[in-house]
T-cell receptor, first 115, second 112 residues
């Protein structure tokens, strides 16, 4: 699986957009970008994923650069409840081989939303 | 629709003992994965079960084993517990092997 690089921590004011960057310069053509978040002492929560097109759902937007080497997760109007560790993960799209469906978590970005 | 549920939520065991953790997958999901999360670290993949067969394993010793049942619920068994096995154990289920996975709240295991 391709490795991802994220900033260790970020701050955001409540009500403002939170833009979380992720670098995945070694991503392969058959790998998706997934985002999860983990609020203290809870299980990770799925946010969004994409292959090469930008994606949006009720939680967030995912912007993937044209060369697919980096992406940005956007929380349009951050609230205090969005304070969490955010994980950017690259994952193979097809099953089989040695990667299966596993998610390889790094250290993530600690996002702190303040009033 | 119920989500992924794990039991128990907390557990304390003595070094050398054996433990069984349980996971009920989300309705309609036939794939279950288990992860170990040590304090301050990201979750680490233990193994995955698809339709009752193990189809992927991370870098964990054989004393970590599992089962998946016909209703797609799953168990994680750990034998000969070591102090370093103290962690949050997470179960995740998905519709297929390579679709988005949804996690339970985890079981906090403490080995003393």
């Amino acid at each position: 699986d391709a490795k991802t690089t994220q900033p260790t921590s970020m701050d955001c004011a409540e009500g403002r957009a939170a833009n979380l960057p992720c670098n995945h310069s070694t991503i392969s053509g058959n790998e998706y970008v997934y985002w999860y978040r983990q609020i203290h002492s809870q299980g990770p929560q799925y946010i969004i994923h994409g292959l090469k097109n930008n994606e949006t759902n009720e939680m967030a937007s995912l912007i993937i650069t044209e060369d697919r080497k980096s992406s940005t997760l956007i929380l349009p109007h951050a609230t205090l409840r969005d304070t969490a560790v955010y994980y950017c993960i690259v994952r193979v799209a097809e099953s089989g081989g040695t990667s299966y469906g596993k998610l390889t978590f790094g250290q993530g970005t600690i996002l702190t939303v303040h009033p | 629709e119920t989500g992924v549920t794990q039991s128990p939520t907390h557990l304390i065991k003595t070094r050398g003992q054996q433990v069984t953790l349980r996971c009920s997958s989300q309705s309609g999901h036939n794939t279950v994965s288990w992860y170990q999360q040590a304090l301050g670290q990201g979750p680490q993949f233990i193994f995955q079960y698809y339709r009752e067969e193990e189809n992927g394993r991370g870098n964990f010793p054989p004393r970590f084993s599992g089962l998946q049942f016909p209703n797609y619920s799953s168990e994680l068994n750990v034998n000969a517990l070591e102090l370093d096995d103290s962690a949050l154990y997470l179960c995740a289920s998905s519709v297929q092997v390579n679709t988005e996975a949804f996690f339970g709240q985890g079981t906090r295991l403490t080995v003393v």
